[in-house]
């Protein structure tokens, strides 16, 4: 509002008192001047009044000067700031940073508390402002907090916001590395947990086939099959043996009719001597 005024060419009515005229003179230039004043006056007063919310005029409408409306409205606004200093004193003193949450930005919400601070006019030296800062980091950045208070050199508050800055940034490359080579860990043990699982899956099935329920060719025992039959070497042996006697018996068979047909041509030779 105050601004407005000013734009207005009306602020200086915020303080001045009217001109006093008196009943006995009659010069033109100075009621003329007291006219000007007064509807200056009255403007300012009701520029005020039309930026006040609809309770606070109801209040403040009867009042007849511009002086008046504006003290008693700083008046009533002064006691709010003064409270309202308390209160910004109180955040201040109470704001914790937490691991949960970017540094940078409660660094900012920080700073916006200093600010207020000043605004108020509660100056703060730097270095307090620095101190104070590097007081309410968070318990994650407990080396760091003790890496800057055994700093003998002394930095300002921007320097301080930069090398906050340099190491969030640089904690955040680490996390992701390790992160990184975490779930590459996390694949080689998932895919060798699924490698076992598939060799113990593949067993039980194989232990699992049904049953053959007919007898087999090579022993005639019922429920397996002649392929894994335990006597089967064995008979295949003895098969071997039976092929063996059977041509042996077909060898001396054999030789057994060519001897008999030798001795039935030389017999023939005998009782024939000049035939064939």
Wanted: hydrophobic letters at 35%; proline letters at 2%; aromatic letters at 8%.
């Amino acid at each position: 509002m105050l601004f407005y005024l000013t734009t207005l060419a009306l602020a200086k009515f915020l303080k001045e008192d009217p001109p006093t005229v008196d009943e006995e003179e009659q010069d033109t230039q100075k009621t003329a001047a007291v006219d000007a004043w007064n509807h200056s006056d009255f403007l300012c007063k009701n520029y005020i009044l039309n930026g006040l919310d609809n309770a606070l005029y109801n209040v403040y409408f009867q009042v007849k000067m511009t002086k008046e409306l504006w003290e008693s409205l700083d008046k009533k606004y002064r006691s709010e700031d003064a409270g309202l200093k308390k209160f910004i004193v109180g955040r201040f003193l109470d704001f914790k940073m937490i691991d949960s949450k970017s540094i940078m930005a409660q660094v900012q919400e920080l700073q916006v508390i200093l600010q207020e601070i000043h605004s108020e006019g509660m100056n703060l030296s730097d270095s307090f402002q620095v101190a104070a800062m590097i007081e309410k980091l968070s318990p994650m950045w407990k080396d760091f907090k003790n890496y800057l208070k055994h700093k003998r050199k002394e930095m300002n508050l921007e320097n301080l916001i930069v090398r906050l800055r340099i190491e969030e940034d640089n904690r955040a490359s680490e996390r992701k590395a390790g992160k990184s080579n975490f779930e590459a860990r996390a694949n080689l043990v998932e895919q060798n947990t699924s490698k076992k699982r598939e060799h113990q899956g593949n067993g039980p099935k194989k232990g699992k086939a049904k049953k053959f329920k007919g007898n087999c060719y090579n022993c005639g025992k019922p429920n397996h099959l002649a392929r894994d039959c335990r006597e089967k070497k064995g008979n295949q042996k003895n098969s071997r043996d039976q092929a063996n006697i059977t041509e042996d018996e077909k060898l001396s068979n054999n030789m057994s009719d060519l001897m008999l047909s030798a001795v039935v041509f030389e017999a023939n030779l005998v009782d024939n001597p000049k035939e064939w």
